[in-house]
């Protein structure tokens, strides 16, 4: 594809500005070749575990093409020089802009001022933690490419293709849960009374998207009910244990649904904000689960605590919307 002008293969170093635009919504990051050495070391924080046949897949993949070309969503805390710094290469004419799915709009501007990425290297530094929002099993691969491939490749393969966007850009959805029967409970109904006794648990008149921590909407057996949880998390304590995840699998997933490890039970599936609450519904509705949980999206500072805390978040915990686009940038190992 570089020989036949598909892709055009940068010959000075250089940063993109990338802005994602949906919904009415923009966030725009800089896309860097970060180093490995960092995320081996902490300095790029992670925050959930990897499967390890999933990071060899993606190790293949890397090696076979010789390229990373899936980038890791990283997250910065906001830093008003470097949002300038951004912004003022965004005032120029994009290098291309392609649509996805024809719904979110990528868009990519060259940084390849001298002066530019020096200041933009230095107030990275300044920075200092950048967090793995999404591509957890991304930079595992490219550390286990880099291994198997060898001092010999180059210094491209002790990088990680990223892009790094301001905390307080990304946006962050809820991340449902559904459940496949009852762990033994004879009826809904008897289902609905074990709810009650541990939440507040009202009927609700529609589809329910919780609006603040610690409520959750149900679904089951055709009725949406509202749950509140208030006063149930810990006023301290490992930040982890705060998160309406953490909530959910404490009070109802597993004392009453029987879940004691999700990543493990079969019963249990996960559905991405993105596919909004109505989909939970219609899960339960065409016999795919029997009980849906709606949940209030983790917010980026809870997300930081954690990974500041070096905990990892229990599965599925996080929905990043919208998607970084494969293959409009790539990182080439030699």
Same mark, same amino acid.
């Given at each position: 594809?570089?020989?036949?002008? &598909? ?23 800089? &896309?860097?070749?970060? =180093?490995?050495?960092?995320? @081996?070391?902490?300095?790029? +924080? ?7 046949? +999933? ?17 890791? /969503?990283?997250?910065? #805390?906001?830093? @008003? ?8 290469? *965004?005032?120029?004419?994009?290098? *291309? ?40 099993? #991304? ?18 393969? =002790? #990088? ?21 029967? /009852? ?17 507040? *648990? @009202? ?36 930040? &982890?244990?705060?998160?309406?995840? =953490? ?75 919208? +998607?970084?686009?494969?293959?409009? &940038? ?5």
């Amino acid at each position: 594809m570089i020989e036949s002008g &598909v892709l055009i293969r940068d010959t000075a170093p250089r940063f993109y500005a990338w802005r994602m635009e949906a919904q009415g919504r923009a966030q725009t990051g800089l &896309v860097a070749a970060a =180093s490995l050495a960092a995320y @081996e070391q902490g300095a790029i +924080k992670r925050h959930e575990s990897t499967r390890p046949p +999933k990071v060899e897949d993606r190790a293949r993949h890397i090696e076979a093409l010789g390229a990373q070309t899936g980038p890791l /969503l990283l997250i910065h #805390r906001p830093d @008003e020089e470097v949002r300038r710094l951004i912004a003022a290469a *965004c005032a120029g004419p994009p290098l *291309c802009r392609s649509v996805q799915g024809g719904t979110v709009t990528h868009t990519l501007w060259p940084i390849d001022g001298a002066d530019e990425i020096e200041a933009l290297t230095e107030r990275f530094d300044r920075i200092g933690a950048l967090y793995i929002a999404d591509g957890h099993h #991304r930079a595992a691969a490219a550390q286990t490419a880099a291994q198997a491939m060898g001092a010999g490749t180059g210094e491209a393969a =002790s #990088r990680l293709l990223t892009v790094s966007f301001p905390a307080d850009e990304v946006r962050i959805l809820g991340y449902h849960r559904i459940v496949r029967g /009852l762990n033994g409970l004879t009826s809904p109904r008897v289902f609905l009374r074990q709810i009650g006794q541990t939440l507040g *648990c @009202e009927p609700a008149e529609g589809p329910v998207e919780p609006a603040q921590p610690a409520h959750f909407g149900m679904y089951v057996e055709g009725r949406w009910y509202r749950l509140a949880a208030e006063g149930a998390a810990p006023a301290s304590g490992a930040a &982890v244990d705060r998160l309406d995840v =953490s909530l959910l699998a404490r009070l109802v997933l597993g004392p009453i649904l029987g879940i004691g490890d999700p990543r493990l039970d079969a019963r249990i599936d996960f559905v991405g904000g993105g596919r909004g609450v109505e989909a939970l519904a219609a899960a339960v509705d065409g016999g795919d689960a029997t009980v849906a949980f709606s949940l209030y999206p983790t917010s980026v500072e809870d997300l930081m605590a954690v990974a500041d805390a070096g905990a990892i978040l229990p599965p599925k915990t996080t929905w990043f919307e919208p +998607k970084l686009a494969d293959g409009l &940038v790539s990182l080439v190992l030699s």
